[in-house]
């Protein structure tokens, strides 16, 4: 406990500063000051819990010290040194909150240190006490934020809630419900994880009270508004209607200086949408979903977007690219193992679903539905090479089961297109060693010699040059081991890439199959119509009809 000394009498600070050994039972000699003002200086700067003080001094005596300190809302206490005399100052001194006095004449240091220790041992109990209230009052304040975000929540999402339970509940806790007019923000926190275990402040429950906090410093200038949390990562902020405030590039600028001060002060990355203007609980629940599907925008824009739910609609199917076709596409170039031409055609899915802001779970969806294919693809290869047991081995983890979570959870395209990129890479790697174990590897060298001249025109002698066989033996092996000719296999991938010509619109067929090394124009469109069942000409014809 820190002790103050205040007397003008000089004898009286000496002694008691120097008679009692003030560290040996507890207490902290802070000073001996000789009058109020001074005593003031010194509670300013230092943390007091006991004044001992005089009554009568000059330029500011012992009670109006204690009024004073009672006006700074001082949480210490004071003991009254008097003389026989001075009972009306003493009787005042009581009145104001001083705990005890002590005659002068008869002061004994033993007694003072009793009644001190006994003032200070009551001190404790009040603060104590004092701690406890005003733990149980935020307790209990954080209860009522809870139960009035839970009511929120009720009313954003259950549209089959009691609307006469919900009213009386919206009353209960001061919720608006009879003036629900405004615009509703909507902030989610980019890659939500990450964000936690990067951010300056890595407990969820203190992070929702940070952002709450810095929402309010940014948005109460302006608007009346309620905060939300509907999820660990989503927040809604209701701003109330307000006149003079409705133009959009001012809601613009708001949103951004949240974003940044966000940024700022937590390290943390947001997206935030806006709503169109709303009036009534039917237009905020719709207002809510249009936002929440908005919001779903920022996969394709990148973390810390802005966006404004009226213009950030999703597309809901392909425009250009026949997916059945693509499928196919990609898979036969799985099988043949090339990784140029499959990541070409992910390239291309991807350019589209960007252009026309195709929405991103029907994207995984479709590129989920892949990976199954590509699962069966593997396990039909399999069969030929393994046994029943060893097939139910080899089968236990499939590409489905590898990259289902990062695909499902791919917050950004960016993200995305690497966890695809990834499955694909693996299912070539996982056929590769499926076909080694059934192809020789001299028909494995022929492979990769035709998927890296797709372009070129390239003969049966050579290929057999290249594995030091002669021409019939190796035609014999490869039909052998791959269940196709060599010639057969050669046309599929020049057919393959020939696809991926014809869909740039300013190619001509000719050129198409110049460039793939067909230079017989009849030819080619033999080997194209019995592959792909359309001749060249109708294949464009279809394409663009789809566009």
Not at 375 to 393: A, C, M, P, Y
């Amino acid at each position: 406990m820190r002790i103050l000394i205040v007397d003008d009498e000089k004898i009286v600070r000496i002694a008691l500063s120097t008679l009692i050994k003030w560290d040996e039972y507890g207490f902290k000699l802070m000073g001996a000051v000789a009058d109020g003002y001074k005593a003031l200086e010194v509670i300013e700067t230092e943390s007091i819990d006991i004044v001992i003080m005089d009554l009568v001094m000059p330029n500011m005596d012992g009670l109006e010290l204690i009024r004073t300190l009672n006006e700074r809302k001082f949480t210490g206490k004071f003991v009254v040194l008097s003389n026989y005399d001075d009972y009306a100052y003493v009787r005042e001194a009581m009145k104001l909150g001083a705990e005890d006095y002590m005659l002068k004449l008869t002061l004994k240091p033993d007694e003072l240190i009793v009644l001190l220790t006994k003032i200070s041992e009551q001190l404790l109990t009040e603060r104590e006490l004092k701690e406890q209230d005003i733990h149980m009052k935020i307790k209990l304040n954080e209860t009522q934020l809870q139960q009035r975000n839970s009511i929120w929540r009720e009313l954003l999402l259950d549209q089959e809630q009691d609307m006469v339970y919900l009213l009386q509940e919206t009353q209960k806790y001061g919720i608006p419900f009879d003036r629900l007019a405004g615009n509703l923000i909507m902030i989610r926190i980019d890659d939500y994880v990450e964000a936690l275990s990067n951010g300056k402040i890595n407990n969820k429950r203190l992070l929702s009270f940070s952002i709450a906090n810095i929402v309010k410093e940014t948005v109460s200038d302006h608007f009346a508004f309620d905060f939300i949390e509907m999820e660990s990562n989503q927040y809604i902020v209701i701003v109330y209607e307000q006149s003079g405030y409705s133009d959009e590039p001012s809601w613009l600028l708001l949103m951004n200086n949240l974003v940044q001060m966000l940024k700022l002060y937590l390290n943390l990355s947001v997206s935030i949408t806006l709503s169109d203007a709303f009036v009534g609980l039917k237009q905020l629940r719709e207002q809510y979903t249009l936002c929440l599907r908005a919001s779903t925008n920022n996969f394709y824009t990148g973390p810390a977007s802005v966006l404004v739910a009226g213009h950030s609609k999703l597309t809901q199917s392909l425009h250009f690219i026949n997916y059945v076709e693509w499928l196919d596409q990609v898979k036969a170039a799985v099988e043949v193992g090339n990784t140029k031409l499959v990541l070409e055609n992910i390239s291309i899915l991807f350019n589209e679903a960007k252009q026309i802001k195709w929405d991103p779970s029907a994207l995984k969806f479709h590129l989920l539905g892949l990976l199954s294919d590509l699962d069966n693809l593997i396990l039909k290869w399999n069969t030929q090479v393994l046994s029943s047991t060893e097939q139910n081995r080899v089968g236990a983890t499939t590409l489905l089961d590898s990259f289902e979570s990062d695909i499902s959870q791919a917050e950004s395209m960016e993200g995305l297109s690497l966890s695809i990129e990834q499955a694909m890479q693996e299912a070539i790697n996982l056929l590769y060693q499926v076909k080694s174990n059934i192809y020789r590897k001299e028909v494995l060298r022929i492979t990769e010699i035709l998927q890296e001249n797709v372009e070129n025109k390239i003969t049966l002698d050579r290929l057999a040059q290249e594995v030091n066989m002669n021409v019939n033996y190796l035609c014999r092996v490869f039909k052998q081991d791959t269940g196709r000719s060599i010639v057969q296999y050669m046309n599929e991938l020049k057919i393959n890439k020939a696809i991926e010509l014809l869909k740039l619109p300013d190619t001509r067929i000719k050129e198409v199959a110049s460039q793939v090394g067909i230079d017989d124009p009849f030819y080619f469109n033999r080997v194209f119509k019995k592959i792909v069942g359309l001749s060249p000409s109708d294949f464009r014809k279809k394409l663009l009809a789809t566009k």
